[in-house]
């Protein structure tokens, strides 16, 4: 297994309310697949695994990044705004899924549910776009953190 990964992420949800069981849901499976395997180099000397806290700060993503040891390496903060459409489309879409699952039949689960990795998608490409220079990730990875930076977009 590479060095180069998150070994644990822990959202800090300090402003975030509470949430549906379906979002709940995606942030354990993306948590628990992101840390099974990811690709994550922070840009500079730095030897992970590393422990990421993952939050917002003025509106921007607030990436901590630490040692095993929890000792602090560096801190990357990134600007959402780019993100505010696609973030905006994939909520919409999203609880067009979690609705149509529970009565729609299968083809328009499906459709739905094509125009919402299409999305995450797009958000994923984004993210990497922005994180360059700054962490290298993989595009798994990229799928990962993006669904937890919707889910630390979520305020009412």
């Known amino acids: ?14 402003t975030v309310i509470r949430r549906s069981a379906d979002i709940e849901h995606e942030r354990r499976v993306a948590i628990f697949d992101l840390l099974e395997e990811n690709s994550f180099q ?10 990421v806290v993952m939050g917002m700060e003025e509106n921007r993503l607030a990436l901590d990044i630490r040692d095993l040891e929890d000792a602090h390496l560096t801190r990357v903060l990134m600007p ?6 696609i973030i ?4 919409t879409v999203c609880e067009s899924y ?6 729609a039949t299968p083809s328009k689960i499906e ?4 125009g919402r990795r299409g999305l995450h998608n797009d958000g994923s490409d ?8 700054k ?15 919707c889910i630390l977009q979520i305020r009412n």
Request: glycine share 4%; proline share 4%.
């Open 98 to 103: 979690f609705q149509a699952i529970k009565s």
């Open 88 to 91: 905006r489309d994939y909520f």
């Open 1 to 14: 297994m590479s060095k180069q990964r998150i070994a644990q992420i822990v959202l800090d949800e300090r």
């Open 111 to 114: 459709a739905i549910d094509m």
């Open 80 to 85: 959402l705004t780019p993100f505010r459409r």
């Open 135 to 149: 962490i290298t990730v993989d595009n798994e990875t990229a799928r990962r953190l993006f669904t937890l930076v």
């Open 42 to 51: 922070p840009n500079g000397d730095f030897t992970g695994p590393y422990n």
């Open 126 to 133: 984004l993210l990497r776009e922005r994180l360059d220079g």
